[in-house]
């Protein structure tokens, strides 16, 4: 374990979904790849693909694309369709069926916060099996795009519990700051886009490379 501070009891555990709990970045940097090759556009760099992921797809596209404003619907509308054929794994990490069932079994409500969008997340939700653990999901079609702490802040709402009481897991520095802006403790896990060197700058109060890890963490 990299980085681990006194953890206590939390009554709301949120998810995010791509490098946290789906090992998804690889074809998500292949289909952003092949969207813009299909246009004649220069791709971006793979690091920079990596570093909008958990952002809106249109907002992803805003940054990734800033000089090809013209062609950012033709780009998400060829993003879709690579996700679609595209035929590169996105299994579940190690261990997370396990360690979902571990805290529902500890009474501990669970969601998710993603910057995929509502359909998206439907589909990989059933396809995972993983549907039954989370009470809430938010999506980049209900709230505000990551950064912005919406999805956090209405996940709260739902659920009535209060940020004091919640924490976001994340892969990234935008979940970081995401949690961070709504007063919310964060756990980094070092699977997806970003190391712990990277996700320590937001501090959290742990980062795990591994759900065992996040296990010890969140129940000891």
Known sequence: MIKVAPIKKYKLVI???DGTVMDSVTKIVNCIRSSAESLNLVPPSDEAIKN???????KAIDVLFPDNVAQHQA????????????????PVFDNVVNVLGALKEQGIVLAVATGKGRGGLERL???????????????????????????LYQLLEELGISAQDAVMIGDTQIDMTMAKAAGMDRIGVTMGVH?????NKLSPVATVDNYLQLQQVLLG
């Open 195 to 199: 190391n712990a060197q990277q996700l």
């Open 125 to 151: 939700l059933e396809q995972s099996q993983l549907r039954h653990f989370f009470s809430a999901t938010r999506t980049s079609d209900d709230a505000q795009s990551k950064p912005s702490p919406d999805m």
């Open 15 to 17: 998810f995010d979904w």
């Open 75 to 90: 780009l998400i509308k060829g993003y879709k369709h690579q996700y679609s054929v595209d035929t590169t794994p996105t």
């Open 52 to 58: 909008i992921i958990g952002m809106s797809l249109e």
